[in-house]
């Protein structure tokens, strides 16, 4: 690629932080570096990826809004992790974490596994139990 | 505790090739980011359709996370001191802060999801990111992150959780830094060992997932995604292949461009013109796989029904494939 036909489709995916060093061919064949903020292309397939975490998560949202799953489940799929995933975060098993999805035993956890819950997710047990939250919070764009 | 060593941080495009290049420039070796990677082997295909993250198959276009890392500690002869603590954080933090308090830049494996100065869009519970410690003010830890622009900082409590990221390569506190650096190093002696051992990976693993016959096979599967996948689905196989592409620190293209800026490089080390031809023939071939992922981002944004482009995008994937076969053999024949 030619340094003059990097692309600058700014999508504010870098948030400020970083432009992308683009290797690239001056006018005498020269290999430089070029910084692009961004590619309409690349700004595409990474939006495609965010659109298909924030379908699943809304799904899971009506689920835990409607009492068939625990709001473990949507923190988890908000926090883009699988069962086997915070199953490590946690230390638990498998199959530990998954019957904390359903609400009948999540309304029997302990604080102390509450804690390690909110702790991993980034927020506070009273906001790891509260549905309203859930029901309000807007999706990750 | 208060250290701050005098650690110049630059910017590269992909974080490995940055550490390396930002902690051997500390030592007084200045090899620039196409050096690393080259002399490294960075450059490499793989198309695993049974491994998936997320229920997506995983396509790379380098190789395994610490491969690069350790090809350049043997090819140049430095010798790094690593250490894992599986099972004692507290020590791993507080053997950092011996290592800051005597002077020593320190190179770690951190996972990208709860880095708190990342961009939200690129947060993924990626675990094979490479940073370097070098300072501690108060609470907070002075971080060369190769990928941002600027020097970035976390608490120790942020560090510590980076640090112990679970899951696919967890990095289990792993932290390394060097030890020893020769008196003499033989730079077009480990350029010539890098372009072999590339050329060898990307032409003889007699397995058709792996190298330039990765790419074939993969065409193969892109073909066939519209009749086997629902249209949403296919398009998100197809987007993934360019995010690996494109998404972070590859420099354009899959690291194409990058290996082209390497083989001008290695033109005037080897004193080869022939290598300033190989390097323009690699750009041609970098500016095939941008054209693959205009096509599959046609279909990305046409996600919910199927037309002619997969068989279009798996033409183009094909020509790829037959391009870099026949460059391998030629960039060995060269360099023999």
Not at chain 2, 161 to 177: D, E, I, L, Q, S
Not at chain 2, 197 to 214: E, N, R
Request: charged letters at 30%; one cysteine or more.
């Amino acid at each position: 690629m030619k340094a003059k036909e990097v692309p600058q489709d700014d999508a504010n995916m870098m948030r400020g932080k970083w432009k992308d060093p683009i290797y690239t061919v001056d006018e005498n064949g020269k290999y430089t570096t070029s910084y692009s903020l961004g590619w309409e292309v690349k700004n595409a397939v990474m939006q495609q990826a965010w659109d298909n975490i924030r379908e699943k998560l809304e799904e899971i949202r009506k689920k835990v809004l409607a009492g068939e799953l625990s709001p473990i489940a949507y923190y988890m799929e908000k926090n883009i992790m699988d069962v086997s995933l915070l199953a490590k975060y946690m230390e638990l098993w498998k199959w530990t974490v998954k019957k904390h999805l359903k609400p009948k035993h999540f309304n029997r956890l302990s604080q102390e596994t509450l804690e390690k819950y909110a702790d991993i997710f980034n927020i506070t047990t009273d906001e790891l139990k509260d549905l309203e939250k859930i029901k309000n919070e807007k999706l990750p764009e | 505790m208060n250290v701050k060593i005098d650690f110049e941080h630059r910017q590269f495009a992909h974080c490995e090739n940055g550490v390396v290049s930002n902690l051997l420039r500390y030592y007084g070796i200045e090899l620039s980011e196409p050096m690393i990677f080259g002399i490294g082997s960075g450059l490499f295909f793989s198309h695993m359709p049974f491994l998936k993250v997320d229920g997506i198959p995983v396509t790379s276009f380098r190789p395994l996370p610490g491969v690069i890392f350790s090809r350049i500690s043997k090819r140049l002869g430095v010798d790094f001191e690593k250490r894992r603590y599986r099972n004692s954080p507290s020590k791993a933090m507080s053997d950092l802060d011996k290592n800051l308090e005597k002077g020593i830049p320190t190179g770690m494996l951190v996972g990208v999801y709860h880095l708190s100065y990342f961009p939200e869009p690129y947060r993924f519970h990626f675990n094979a990111h490479n940073i370097v410690v070098y300072g501690k003010e108060g609470d907070s830890y002075l971080i060369s992150d190769p990928i941002m622009e600027n020097h970035s900082e976390l608490t120790s409590k942020e560090l510590k959780r980076v640090r112990y990221a679970k899951g696919t390569f967890a990095p289990k506190g792993h932290m390394y830094w060097v030890k020893k650096i020769p008196e003499k190093i033989d730079i077009p002696g480990a350029v010539v060992k890098g372009i072999k051992h590339t050329c060898k990976d990307m032409l003889t693993i007699p397995v058709p997932l792996f190298g330039a016959k990765g790419i074939r096979y993969m065409a193969g599967k892109v073909r066939h995604y519209p009749d086997k996948l629902t249209p949403k689905k296919a398009a998100l196989f197809t987007g993934q292949i360019v995010r690996a592409q494109e998404e972070i620190g590859t420099g354009g293209a899959g690291f194409r461009f990058m290996y082209a800026a390497f083989l001008q490089e290695a033109a005037g080390v080897l004193k080869k013109d022939e290598l300033n031809k190989r390097s323009s023939e690699m750009t041609t071939i970098g500016d095939m796989w941008r054209e693959f992922a205009i096509v599959t981002g046609r279909i990305v944004k046409n996600r919910n029904k199927v037309d002619e482009s997969y068989d279009h995008a798996a033409n183009l994937l094909l020509k790829i494939y037959e391009e870099e076969r026949d460059f391998y053999k030629r960039l060995r024949d060269t360099i023999d």
